[in-house]
């Protein structure tokens, strides 16, 4: 064992896949404590109530580091947490004038997709007011809007007619942000100035901005505001627990099998032959595309039928002829002679000897399954729950993100598991010739 | 002394019992293996589809939605709000097992599972619930035969190149194993692991958005171009991106797979001897080499035509190529067994041929392979 991984650390490819494979498996770790399962399906699965703080179809913000044109980068702030700072001061007979001052460093050649604020306010019977103002770096003073408060407002500036018609346009956030004079954006400190004005001695006001640019994040957002990162890290730990299990299953399952048959031989080797050529005749793909369609897409049905489907192939009947062989070896002889019962010879002497042959092909059939949940995602039968990377593909897919120019948006999922496949193939294949002593001088 | 020397009638005899058991050995194994293969594709297409209506699950599903449409079709008709209640109650149910009765749902499941077996393997296939070819057709026979060309072009093309291909490559590296070419496809075959279509995702983003030079999918423009020419080079331009995916993603192991198959035979003694001899390179490849390794290319040939009719479904789908593959994938998303169970019956019989065929092939170009001996 100690040689078969110094040989095997004789290749640059092997060092490499093995790389790739911890790696996954460290992302893989943190993605499930950095967001339980629990959090990243209600994440994954969360609407415009979870998601609203996020532009769609956003590109992720480093894609500025790239551009010489800076896009608009995404934030909320709020003054319940303090990232908006609020001034209370009171007045007479229980009112209390509040200012929020929010300062805007714009830096961006490209206008914001949309500002909201969402406000919200306790009172008794006299509802609070509120004014805000946009401060240009330039000096000029843009009222923004006047209201009384509900218990809750939700203000888009990009829908305020009321604005368009001040600012004499149907686009809010070119006239808000571009120099009178050029028509270009006009780039530096802006500033938001909501006052706000209560009546009564309990009433207070609370304000979220939530400030929409083209970009956000590390992985940008998709259709429905969701943050990328989410469903790119939740997909390594489920496209390793689906590549790891349906190929040690099916290896296992395989080996067991035809360790079984050769030894009991007669009918159930028979047997065992003739499922194998009727599972031939059987369309794998089509198979699992109707269990999907039909019965269930959740990802432990389509990992067990894969597998039952898999056990019964061209593998079983290369099984069968090295086990033909292992079994007249001396060592079962002397194993029969001293009364060892036929399941102790088939686990405890027939398998073990295959298993230098077992991890190669364990590792080398990984990909192969791992891609096979995401074909399937791409086609619309991914597991409805859980966050996958082929799922992601899908969505960009439905959503045309080729054709729209969203590249981010399919690159990300296809770059991860284009790594994921060919680290473990890499490794596979160099684990083939350590102990495979056919290829070795090949 | 006499008796040493064998008469000439004596040596006939011998010979036509020879000859006698030759043909009882090969006949014996042609009704022997032509029946399990038989068998085995019953069984085979039975099973597909007992999974193609879920053992019954999938009439509950066609039953309810049949329902679900003729009752809100009546319900919306304004000419059937006049009737009274008890008439278009009456009404809707006359239409549900009128349609049922088209669906063939009337029918007990076990009766039409037989039914639908036994019409598969006479090949008699039928006509689709759901779906019509695009000149109209319910019949299943002329919706598969509508999509052929489309797969074989697709699927044809790209396999054959990389059949030739791989095997020359393949040669010409292991006559020269080691050098940089070798090493570099050693190194090149994990990219294997990763399907076609995943590559034909890659291949849009840069020729067709980024480059925008082809087209994003489909077969022919729309509108397609009138003149054969014109058509044939728009078909051409439409078929780049799916080929390539397709060639892409098993070049490089393919090549891998036949190089290492050549060098184990190259290996043999009696290589090693035509070298010592003297024989041209060419001699030894063709005469020594390719010669033993011929039944396994033979049979990777065969697959490889068997594969031709499966098409390749997501590759299909991503190109938006109207192929059986992306046929048979939509036929599943609308129930359609009669489809499903009709491909199904047709690669079965195919692949069983294949496997029938190439027993007899392997003892033509194979002088040590006898039909019918363990």
Redesign the interface.
Known sequence: MKSSLQNLLKYPSAVLGMLVVLLLVATAIFAMIKIPYAEAIRLWRGGEDVWYQNPKFAPPAWINNFSSKKYAESFSVRTTDGSLEKTVTPGKEGTASISINYPLDFQYDYYPQEMILYVTSKYQTKQPFLSAELLTPDGRKIRITNASLGEKLTYRFSQDQKLMTRLRTEDVFPALFSDPKTGQPLKGQYQLQISGTTFEPDSDIDVEFVFHGQVYGLAGTDQSRRDLVVPLLWGAPVALAFGLIASLGTLVLTMVIAAIGTWYGGWLDELIQRITEVNLVLPFLSILIMIGTFYSRSIWVILGATILLSIFTGAIKGYRSIFMQVKESMYIEAAQAYGASSPRIIFFYLIPRMIPLLIPGLVSSVPAFVFLEASLAVLGLGDPVLPTWGKIIQDAQANGALYRGYYYWILEPAVLLMITGLGFAMLGFALDRVFNPRLRDV | MAVVAQTPSQASGAKTSLRNSTFLRVSRYVVVRLL??F???V???Y??IM??N?GG??DQ?MRNEVRDTITQRIALNPAMQKLDPAVRKQLIEDTIAQEEKRLGLNVPLVVRNVRYLSNALTLNLGRAINMTSDAGSKQVRLIILERLPATLLLMGSSQLFLFFASIFLALGLSRR?GNFWDKLVV?L???????P??YG??L??IF??IFQILP?GGMVDSPPPTGTLAYSLNLLKHLILPASSLIISSFFLSIYNYR?FF??YSSEDYVEMAKAKGLPARDIESRYILRPTLPNIITNFALLIITLW?GA??TE??FLWPGLGRT??RA??L?DIPI?VG??II??YL??MTVFLLDFVYALVDPRVKIGEN
Request: hydrophobic share 60%; net charge neutral.
């Open positions: 399990t293969l068998v085995t594709v069984v085979g297409v099973l597909t999974i193609a879920m699950y999938v599903i194993y190194a075959s994990p990219t294997s692991a990763v399907p279509w995943f995702i890659f849009i983003l067709a958005a994003f290492t060098l184990i499966t479904t997501i789908t991503v048979l994938y599943i998303g129930y499903i491909s199904t690669y079965a692949l069983a």
